[in-house]
């Protein structure tokens, strides 16, 4: 049960965490766990009107999906299909944030805009 499109465009956003493993055991002593729910505390619930969800895969990275939702207008749809600056933007800021915050550098690996859900699931 989710109000996400599965029709839809989305946005994949694959991240790197230089030095998870060091970060994890020195500076934060929550669990991976702990910090997904930190991350997505950051990245918030919504970008440019559109559903954000933060995953930590492993101690090294993390990924981040952006999927209209049945609210999404087609500014949204737009922003998310060209990869606007305004997602963009919203991603640095939000990895300069945690940075500042937390201590904790990320890194972009990639970014692309996907023709709907179902193509997260291929990758």
Known sequence: ???LLIDKPCVLVDINI???EQYLMNEWHYGSERLE?????FFGYKACGANVIVAV???NTARLLIAQNINSDEKCSNAITTLSKDI???INETLENIEHYL??????VK????PNLV???QK
């Open 1 to 3: 049960r989710t109000n």
């Open 18 to 20: 230089p030095f998870g």
């Open 37 to 41: 729910v930190a991350l997505r505390n």
């Open 57 to 59: 895969t492993s101690q």
């Open 88 to 90: 963009k933007d919203y």
């Open 103 to 108: 201590g904790l550098k990320l890194e972009v």
């Open 111 to 114: 970014i692309e805009s996907l």
């Open 119 to 121: 193509c997260v699931l």
